[in-house]
């Protein structure tokens, strides 16, 4: 007996997202079935038609953002000359939460991922540098992950923007704040140490 | 900087589901802003408002089918006299995939877990007994969790169901297909040994 077509459309609309297999899908329409009245069902649908029509990405800093101007991109934000480089605007959102960046952003899109054959394309540099000598930008920070595919991108990056007279820095890498040294890794040790820092 | 409401609202409508909290519901949401295209977003919202429309609760086996007659309960399956009794419905088209089971089923809609406070009431206890005794049914095979929720409501269901005149059988506990015995826990290979079986 095959699962009603109904509920099979639905599960290959779940399918789409990035980490959830067939199996995720079935579950979570068996919990919409199970669980939700009509009425949250509907709400779940109108916010996602609306979802769109409520966000622009702006054009300058390439955040999502409810309309322009962008709120990132407010003048008083581009006096503090430091532009923080991100991979997606979800970044943007968690490190202004912070409250230690009074900054402005410019979100890459993508990491650089040779193998997956995802360059630098998407990435808009041209964008980026003129940006940078616009605003006058004296540090550009590279917030991205702490993976093989974050170093490639700040290597690149890196390289790329030797010829402009800012101040290139990353995140630092060390122990998560909380964690017990003994289940830190190699790798993060290693960082940690090369970065310690005086008291 | 908080998100955008249009953002937000949709945010709060996947954290509705078991499982999903604020962080992976805000990742499934920019999923969709920057890997879907408009169309794939209109079918998902589509999917969703027609979800409950495509599909009934079938009165006898409460299976979520297409449409009535239900094809889980259909005549040369009552020939078979053997019920199964699951927790829900995605339990059903799992059981029926294996091609091992002939019978009609009956969704419990839940297991017992006096903790949770989630009882009997929505068992519908009655219409199962009176099932047993129409289709004259011969076993009932209980195809439940195999953890203590289970194994709780498999007791439970054995006292209410003594008076009537049917073998109750419940899944072999054992060690999983595929699985290196090393790996297996001492509660699954305690049940397995108990449950060996003649060669």
């Known amino acids: 007996m095959r699962y009603p077509p109904a509920f099979d459309r639905c599960v290959s609309c779940f399918s789409r997202f990035q980490g959830?297999?067939?199996?995720?899908?079935?579950?979570?329409?068996?919990?919409?079935?199970?669980?939700?009245?009509?009425?949250?069902?509907?709400?779940?649908?109108?916010?996602?038609?609306?979802?769109?029509?409520?966000?622009?990405?702006?054009?300058?800093?390439?955040?999502?953002?409810?309309?322009?101007?962008?709120?990132?991109?407010?003048?008083?934000?581009?006096?503090?000359?430091a532009l923080c480089v991100v991979a997606t605007s979800k970044d943007v959102y968690a490190i202004d939460a912070t409250g230690h960046f009074p900054g402005t952003f410019f979100v890459l899109g993508t990491l650089l991922s040779p193998l997956d054959n995802r360059g630098v394309e998407r990435m808009e540099l041209e964008r980026l540098k003129q940006r940078i000598v616009k605003e006058e930008i004296k540090e550009a920070i590279f917030a991205l992950d702490s993976s093989l595919e974050g170093?490639?991108?700040?290597?690149?990056?890196?390289?790329?923007?030797?010829?402009?007279?800012?101040?290139?820095?990353?995140?630092?890498a060390g122990v998560?704040?909380?964690?017990?040294?003994?289940?830190?890794?190699?790798?993060?040790?290693?960082?940690?140490?090369?970065?310690?820092?005086?008291?």
């Open 176 to 199: 998560p704040v909380g964690a017990t040294l003994e289940f830190v890794d190699r790798g993060t040790l290693s960082r940690a140490f090369c970065g310690r820092q005086t008291l």
């Open 151 to 172: 170093d490639a991108t700040v290597c690149f990056m890196k390289e790329e923007l030797k010829a402009l007279p800012l101040k290139l820095t990353r995140l630092a």
């Open 20 to 81: 959830i297999g067939r199996k995720t899908a079935e579950r979570l329409v068996f919990d919409i079935l199970t669980r939700w009245d009509e009425a949250a069902v509907q709400e779940f649908a109108h916010a996602l038609l609306h979802l769109t029509k409520g966000i622009v990405i702006c054009p300058d800093c390439r955040v999502h953002v409810e309309s322009l101007p962008c709120p990132f991109c407010a003048e008083e934000r581009k006096k503090a000359g």
